[in-house]
């Protein structure tokens, strides 16, 4: 007889792996990238393209440089150079979206030891880097050849609940179509990627702070990146908090940060900010939100 | 506030199950298996010839339980041998005759009081027969409200719980009303996943026993959640089920207890699911303690292909068995033999902090700190997350998408506790 494997239990395991959940992810990415070409056309996908190709290039290149094993199986680059994609506008010069997703993986994600060990999520601080370092080219938005400013932004044109619901105006590739978002949004749900906490917290505390700040509602959800944002961004799982209580106190904070950039801030939208600055309340909010042991309060 | 575990596919294969006697051993090797094994005596000698049920060894002091002989035959010897846990035991061989005569000091104990109850439920060889082997009659020495009976038999493949609720429920039955009378327990749950026809009839035989159906998840058998789910009663820290006034125990338990006040046989044999994928027919064997798992396998119509792993247990908590010449203990419920495919390990990698194991962990645990403190032998962290309170139920492990040996590594945490609180008390 051959010798027989001899392993520790559970000698089971679930069905779902880190490459699943990955792939999860792009499944419900999916029907936004394809939103962004249609409204946005075939650079939307070039953008991407990019994006995507230099964020796997990079943790391919890097971890072979510190003789790691090498992780772009496990997808998660090709999650974050999609993210960060739908995150910069369409027309941004395609090195600086490489750029970006250099910065992603290599400064965000492997220097603080690839995977889950990241304290903050890489699309969003590579696009925060992004912006403070080219302003112009981050937040020039062209839709049909014309340039627009987002409808965040004061002054700028109101496409109308229906156009913001489709997506059809001014902003980053992949926030604009809150249908497909949503739709996204909800395979993750069902198929247990993502709980409803954080996107829930989310963008129900920028409903009510909108209703009390007596702001258009739909412009607040719909018209910025909240949606990309709350779906997609805050409920990363290395940079967002454990428990469902946690998740709760997370989404309201990044809700409330959001509003107070939006509404007092220099700049027309603060998603981004609203959950880089969370996430590095992350450990805090893990330490104060811990399940307590069944029992555990006797020796 | 707790979680509930998880979801499992039951593989309950022999659910339909006769439980079949196999054939007599050529040899048994009767383990010491029990703690305080280093304190035993052994009652035979090589060339001496035992009868079934004739004691060859006593095992420990204070809470041993004597060791019989389960065929008759020739004592071969005493050999060491290595059980699943690594543990390396004496054991008393025995080479069978194939007659299985009954020893002719067999006799029906006599019972007045819980004093002699206790004493009999000693002798008759009783450990806890659902997976922890713990002496029974020291369990049962407790003043308690509720005697909750263990059959929810919540791993995958493993019937031999559910087999002996429905083909021996007078045994059961008549070992519950045993404890719960000299035990003065006035309270009887039976908890049950799916009850066999005709139990709730049978168990009104004992006024004020409650059949409870529990609720349809792993690891609802662990003794801390099926107190839970029975009596709202939850153990405070590392404390007992006494300590919260319940004595659990397994059916099967209740069911050779009664056949030993009976008859006065103890426990030389015991019914084992057989199962897995690389079994030709998935079956429940009876089985003479001591019996090599090849031998059971065999009797199983051996395997249909090269078993690549070998479990004693379910694939939740089972022990890996690294040949066949394994002894069958008591507390064996189950023998699997996996193929190739099911005994592939996983390639493990970095944790993704997905929250899976805190949203899975029965004891309500910050799973995927164990580890993590663990490696950094924080004794601090591991003392305030309450690793030691981890029951080793594999949830976390289960369910995590990055493959971690978290139970191993819970393992480790809750020994290395173990070992700086006994340096801390020595000091």
Request: net charge neutral; hydrophobic share 45%; glycine share 10%.
């Amino acid at each position: 007889m051959k010798l027989l494997t001899v392993s520790p239990a559970p000698h089971i395991r679930d069905k779902a792996s880190t490459r699943s959940i990955m792939l999860d992810v792009l499944i419900a990415l999916a029907p936004t990238l394809v939103a962004s070409i249609v409204i946005f056309g075939f650079q939307a996908l070039l953008v991407t393209g990019v994006c995507v190709g230099m964020a796997v290039l990079s943790e391919f290149v890097f971890e072979k440089g510190v003789k790691k094993s090498v992780t772009i199986n496990d997808l998660s680059a090709v999650v974050t150079g999609v993210l960060l994609s739908f995150c910069l506008p369409v027309d941004i010069p395609l090195w600086i979206a490489g750029l970006g997703s250099v910065i992603a993986i290599v400064v965000v994600k492997q220097l603080f030891g690839g995977i889950g060990q990241n304290f903050a999520n890489p699309a969003i601080t590579a696009r925060v880097v992004l912006l403070i370092s080219f302003g112009g080219a981050m937040s020039t938005y062209a839709i049909d050849g014309v340039t627009s400013a987002t409808p965040l932004a004061a002054g700028a044109a109101n496409p109308g609940v229906l156009g913001m619901f489709l997506g059809n105006h001014a902003g980053s590739l992949g926030e604009t179509c809150a249908l497909t978002l949503l739709i996204g949004g909800a395979y993750l749900v069902v198929r247990k990627v993502i709980s409803w906490h954080i996107p829930v917290a989310y963008i129900g505390t920028v409903a009510v702070v909108s209703l009390i700040a007596q702001q258009d509602l739909s412009i607040q959800l719909m018209g910025g990146g909240l949606l990309l944002g709350a779906i997609f961004m805050a409920t990363d799982y290395a940079t967002s908090p454990m428990t469902n209580a946690g998740k709760l106190v997370y989404g309201v904070g990044c809700g409330l940060l959001t509003m107070m950039i939006r509404l007092w801030g220099a700049t027309p939208e603060g998603v981004s900010y609203a959950i880089l600055l969370m996430n590095i309340l992350t450990p805090h909010i893990d330490k104060l939100t811990a399940h307590k042991a069944l029992g555990g309060d006797a020796a | 506030m707790g979680n509930h575990g998880i979801r499992l596919n039951g593989h309950k294969n022999t659910v339909d199950c006769k439980p079949v006697a196999m054939p007599v051993p050529a040899k048994v090797r009767i383990p010491l298996a029990l703690l305080g094994a280093n304190t035993s005596t052994f009652l035979v000698q090589k060339g001496d010839e035992v009868a079934v049920g004739q004691p060859v060894a006593t095992q420990g002091q204070g809470i041993g339980v004597p060791v019989y002989a389960s065929v008759s035959g020739k004592v071969a010897g005493i050999e060491t041998v290595r059980l699943a846990s690594g543990a390396i035991v004496d054991a008393v061989v025995i080479e069978s005759d194939g007659r299985q005569t009954p020893w002719e000091g067999i006799k029906p104990p006599v019972v007045e009081d819980l004093k002699s109850f206790l004493e009999a439920v000693r002798q008759s060889g009783v450990v806890g027969l659902g997976g922890a082997g713990f002496p029974t009659w020291v369990k049962l020495n407790a003043e308690v409200e509720y005697l909750i009976i263990n059959g929810s038999e919540c791993e995958p493949y493993c019937t031999a719980d559910y087999i002996a609720l429905r083909d021996f429920t007078a045994d059961v039955v008549e070992g519950v009303r045993l404890v719960k009378e000299y035990g003065k327990i006035p309270k009887v749950i039976i908890g049950v996943k799916h009850p066999p026809q005709g139990i709730e009839e049978a168990f009104k035989a004992i006024p004020g026993a409650e059949i409870k159906h529990l609720q349809e998840y792993y690891p609802v058998g662990a003794e801390r959640m099926l107190i839970k789910e029975t009596t709202g009663r939850v153990i405070p820290g590392r404390k007992l089920p006494k300590d919260v006034g319940c004595i659990v125990l397994n059916v099967n338990t209740a069911a050779y207890l009664a056949r030993y006040l009976r008859t006065g046989m103890p426990l030389v044999s015991r019914t084992v699911t057989v199962d897995g994928s690389a079994v030709n027919t998935p079956s429940v064997i009876t089985a003479p303690i001591g019996t090599p798992v090849g031998d059971i396998f065999e009797a199983a119509g051996g395997f249909k292909c090269e078993p690549a792993k070998i479990l004693a247990g379910g694939p939740m908590m089972g022990v890996c068995l690294p040949n066949l010449d394994f002894p069958l203990l008591w507390q064996n419920g189950s023998f699997l033999a996996l193929d190739a495919k099911d005994a592939k390990v996983p390639d493990s990698t970095a944790c993704i902090r997905c929250g899976r194991c805190v949203d899975h962990c029965p004891m309500n645990l910050m799973a995927f700190q164990i580890g993590k403190a663990y490696e950094a032998r924080d004794l601090d962290t591991l003392k305030k997350i309450r690793a030691d309170l981890c029951i080793e139920c594999g949830c976390c492990a289960y369910v995590c998408p990055a493959k971690r040996d978290m139970v191993t590594a819970n393992k480790l945490a809750k020994r290395y506790m173990a070992d700086e609180a006994r340096k801390e008390a020595n000091k």
